[in-house]
T-cell receptor
């Protein structure tokens, strides 16, 4: 079946602009995660959605970052007023039920470059 | 808080030779351990995971890892590597009742012919 998909695959933007990154999880998966992979910081957790529960936003680095998940499926990560340090690969993952033992299935990522 | 240390950032290895990638973690609570692989320009793929039971875990592509609680380690091994194993490997932990992975810095494996 189809895996996790993300769009766009690459995004180049100018400093100060807003960007939206999209994630389509595996159909039927109730939990969705966003991570960021950057040269300086490695792989970092950003935010976690599980069903209709309030999201765990503990990894968001600043209030410029936000995410939503509509209809329990597609998620959008929004970065406002982008900065050069936001340049990274943004990875999305989903799991079937969100249990800590579940395997997280990752998408190919969106490479964001802020000029 | 938990942290994960991958002691080697790069490991060059010849084809058909064995490889061991080291991973140590620190945590005040029980954790569950994962190894992921990232091939060039691709997302992460699970190699194997340790949740409970036997401390020797076998995964895909001939990889295995051993959980050592006393040494807080979860080293990954493969007895004979292929060119196709060239990739970056990430060790990760998820604490019991947690919902997010904490990753190590990654180990880049370059298999040479």
């Amino acid at each position: 079946g189809a895996g996790v998909s993300q769009s766009p695959s690459n995004k180049v933007t100018e400093k100060g602009k807003d960007v939206e990154l999209r994630c389509d999880p595996i159909s039927g998966h109730t939990a969705l995660y966003w991570y960021r992979q950057s040269l300086g910081q490695g792989l970092e957790f950003l935010i976690y959605f599980q069903g209709n529960s309030a999201p765990d936003k503990s990894g968001l680095p600043s209030d410029r970052f936000s995410a939503e998940r509509t209809g329990g499926s597609v998620s959008t990560l929004t970065i406002q007023r982008t900065q050069q340090e936001d340049s990274a690969v943004y990875l999305c993952a989903s799991t079937s039920q969100g249990a800590w033992t579940d395997t997280q299935y990752f998408g190919p990522g969106t490479r964001l470059t802020v000029l | 808080a938990q942290s994960v240390t991958q002691l080697d950032s790069q490991v060059p290895v010849f084809e058909e030779a064995p490889v061991e990638l080291r991973c140590n973690y620190s945590s005040s609570v029980s954790v569950y351990l994962f190894w992921y692989v990232q091939y060039p320009n691709q997302g992460l793929q699970l190699l194997l995971k340790y949740l409970s039971g036997s401390t020797l875990v076998k995964g895909i592509n001939g990889f295995e890892a051993e959980f050592n609680k006393s040494q807080t380690s979860f080293h990954l091994r493969k007895p004979s590597v292929h060119i196709s194993d060239t990739a970056e490997y990430f060790c990760a932990v998820n604490k019991a009742a947690g919902n997010k992975l904490t990753f190590g810095g990654g180990t880049r494996v370059l298999v040479k012919p």
